[in-house]
């Protein structure tokens, strides 16, 4: 069944090992997954881990022509920039995301680029605003696991 078939393909990312993540990145590509399947695949990789998201991001870099070629005009360019870049969190990021859009136009995804370098920044905003007292948190509760 196709549903099933696009679920398995958007988490056959969520793995740590990068030589997975770079196959699965591949294969996102290949014959074997249908064109409209493929920004799930990448999607899935770019939202299973800090390094699948670096590995994505990299990906779409150095295959952009020919995603840009198969997607140009449609929502799913606009869906693969999303799904790819909104979770990062460093505000470098949405200059890198900003800088390679600017020498590689997407006309239809650009308010979509626009959004995702304002969420990259807000992102890192609340990191730098809440990571400490998170962090505190988290070892709090380590320290004393709710009683049972």
């Known amino acids: ?31 074997e ?13 770019a939202g299973g881990s800090k390094h699948g998201r670096k590995a994505a ?16 005009g449609g929502f799913l360019i606009s869906r693969l920039i ?17 800088a390679f859009f600017e020498s590689h136009p997407a006309p239809s995804a650009e308010r979509t680029i626009q959004q995702c370098c304002e969420n990259i920044l807000l992102n ?3 990191l730098k605003r809440d990571a400490e007292s998170i962090h505190q948190y988290l070892l709090q509760r380590k320290a004393s696991p709710p009683a049972v």
């Open 82 to 98: 999303k799904l790819s870049v909104e979770g990062f969190a460093v505000d470098k990021m949405a200059g890198e995301v900003k």
């Open 124 to 126: 890192a905003a609340w």
């Open 57 to 72: 991001w990299k990906f779409i870099k150095d295959n952009w022509e020919e995603l840009y070629n198969r997607y140009q």
């Open 1 to 31: 069944m196709q549903e099933e078939k696009n679920r398995i393909e958007r988490v056959l990312g969520a793995t740590l090992s990068p030589e997975l993540i770079q196959k699965v990145l591949t294969f996102a590509l290949s014959e």
């Open 33 to 45: 997954v249908r064109p409209q399947d493929t920004v799930s695949v990448i999607g899935g990789v």
